[in-house]
């Protein structure tokens, strides 16, 4: 149990163009949703933690205009990258949890790539 | 925002020596304390976690210890082999809070055959 899938696994885009990842828990309702973003060979930096139905709280320093959150049911959240340029490229993991479990679930991670 | 220092960056052991990296924190009220491995370009995985009413906790060749007076906790490997070679990540729920970890920067362990 508690498998976190997302979607897509990679997405090369132009820049300029907006790009959609969803994450999604198949078998448990998560409480709440995480983003992360991981450059290479560097940690895991936490943008924002969503709760269903309730707007995201970002971290200090993420855009919330530029990375959009959306967390529409207890089973899927959904991060776009608006008006994607080449710094923004990067490895996008998502992670959920489920009630009364510290445990963090990872997704398999989106690499997006920005021309 | 709490930060969390990981040491050392890498490390690279023989096949069958064992492996130590530690992390200190300074956040009073964490209370959950989680290691990740990570391979390459895959997503993280939960190996081993403590919580602060225990030491340590063992798990097969993982072990966890737990220094919460002095704020720190270490992960050992024993008997490393060649797949044991990935990034590894500590963690703590800053605040107490459920579910919201602050990340370690990593270390990345090579075990040489």
């Known amino acids: 149990g508690a498998v976190v899938s997302q979607h897509p696994s990679w997405v090369i885009c132009k820049s300029g163009t907006s790009v959609k990842i969803e994450c999604r828990s198949l078998?448990?309702?998560?409480?709440?949703m995480f983003w992360y973003r991981q450059f290479p060979k560097q940690s895991l930096m936490l943008m924002a933690t969503?709760?269903?139905?309730?707007?995201?709280?970002?971290e200090q320093g993420v855009e919330k205009d530029k990375f959009l959150i959306n967390h529409a049911s207890l089973t899927l959240s959904t991060l776009t990258v608006t008006s994607a340029h080449p710094e923004d490229s990067s490895f996008y993991i998502c992670?959920?949890?489920?009630?009364?479990?510290?445990?963090?679930?990872f997704g398999p991670g989106t690499r997006l790539t920005v021309l | 925002g709490e930060n969390v220092e990981q040491h050392p960056s890498t490390l690279s052991v023989q096949e069958g020596d064992s492996a130590v990296i530690k992390c200190t924190y300074s956040?009073?009220?964490?209370?959950?304390f989680p290691w990740y491995k990570q391979e390459l370009g895959k997503r993280p995985q939960l190996i081993i976690d403590?919580?602060?009413?225990?030491g340590e906790k063992k798990d097969q060749r993982i072990a966890v210890t737990l220094n919460k007076t002095a704020k720190h906790f270490s992960l050992h490997i024993t008997e490393t082999q060649p797949e044991d070679s990935a990034v590894y990540f500590c963690?703590?729920?800053?605040?107490?809070?459920?579910?919201?970890?602050?990340f370690g920067k990593g270390t990345k362990l090579s075990v040489k055959p």
């Open positions: 078998d448990f309702q998560a409480t709440t």
């Open positions: 956040d009073s009220a964490s209370n959950y």
């Open positions: 963690a703590i729920n800053y605040g107490g809070s459920q579910g919201n970890l602050i």
């Open positions: 969503s709760n269903e139905g309730s707007k995201a709280t970002y």
């Open positions: 992670s959920a949890t489920r009630d009364r479990v510290n445990e963090q679930f």
């Open positions: 403590i919580r602060s009413n225990v």
